[in-house]
């Protein structure tokens, strides 16, 4: 389609991802492509900080139209994604007009415009004048309630809604729509198959290291190699929360910032707070001993561990 012809290819797709210092392999490539030729949702599973949000960002970005999003959480309810109306200006409307010799059906239909409609996520995606679809970011779906699925499903399938007062809204440019998930729960089966699916896992070393280069200039290449490495090595040791790729950009500007070239013990369990984020995991850090960790920081296969 025209309006995607920065992005009509996969090579197209990974060289501007790139230019937006996002590291984008073939597979997540190839599945935004579809996702835009076949205008469907596109579903992205994986663990937290693997870089999932940050996709529908820098297509936003690249496409220079809107990113929408709509966090999700439990008691999530379809009000909220939708619409609501202004209760506090429709009063103060009202009282000013209540010595009008407007009708009472006047007043009513007056309150019950546009001018007091407040657009929510979902609402807004469809109303997009355009010249180019939003981007609809359902962040983190697997956080709201099964029964907000159900409602989920009806919006994907047509992108119109009908509001009651002012009649039905279809969406002049159906949006590009990301779906996210952390599997804290297992999706229903009918919200999957109205979407494309992709796992995004951890990043190789290779692209980790270069992501790293590319969001810190003028960190030194040999810095990033071990940064790299040694987040690898932490995400075979079984703590409760894995680090994912914000938190080594998050360790490569503490470190740079700091103006440490090289990851000492000392280094890693003073900083250790940046790259884990829960007490167990720390001291389960202790237990093994950063000297441990740092040793096993090598091009070898290294073989998963917990204590």
Not at 2 to 31: G, H, P
Not at 33 to 59: H, I, Q, R, S, W
Not at 222 to 250: N, S, V, W
Request: proline fraction near 5%; charged fraction near 30%; include cysteine.
């Amino acid at each position: 389609m025209t309006q995607f012809a920065l992005l009509s290819t996969v090579e197209k797709i990974q060289q501007q991802f790139a230019a937006d210092n996002y590291i984008a392999d073939r597979a997540l490539a190839l599945s935004l492509k579809l996702a835009m030729d076949l205008e469907k949702p596109l579903l992205l599973e994986g663990e937290a900080g693997v870089g999932k949000t940050e996709v529908a960002k820098v297509l936003a970005k690249v496409l220079d139209t809107p990113l929408i999003r709509l966090q999700c959480y439990e008691g999530l309810d379809a009000n909220t994604a939708l619409y609501e109306w202004n209760y506090a200006r429709q009063i103060l409307h009202i009282r000013i007009n209540e010595h009008d010799h407007q009708s009472r059906a006047a007043l009513e239909k007056s309150i019950f415009s546009d001018e007091f409609l407040m657009n929510r996520p979902l609402l807004a995606a469809i109303r997009h004048p355009g010249p180019r679809p939003a981007v609809l970011l359902i962040d983190e779906v697997d956080r709201a309630d099964e029964e907000f699925e159900a409602f989920l499903l009806e919006i994907l399938s047509d992108f119109q809604i009908t509001i009651p007062e002012l009649g039905p809204f279809v969406a002049i440019h159906r949006p590009l729509v990301l779906l996210t998930s952390n599997r804290t729960r297992e999706l229903n089966d009918a919200l999957k198959r109205r979407c494309l699916y992709l796992w995004l896992d951890y990043p190789s070393p290779e692209r980790e290291r270069e992501i790293i280069r590319r969001r810190i200039p003028g960190i030194e290449a040999k810095l990033a190699a071990t940064i790299t490495q040694t987040m690898q090595t932490l995400r075979e040791i079984d703590f409760h929360k894995r680090p994912g790729i914000a938190e080594t950009l998050d360790w490569s500007r503490a470190l740079f910032g700091l103006g440490i070239t090289e990851i000492t013990p000392e280094a890693l369990l003073d900083t250790a707070g940046v790259v884990l984020k829960h007490r167990d995991d720390i001291e389960r850090l202790r237990a093994i001993g950063p000297a441990q960790i740092l040793a096993d920081v090598t091009d070898e296969p290294r073989v998963s561990r917990s204590v």
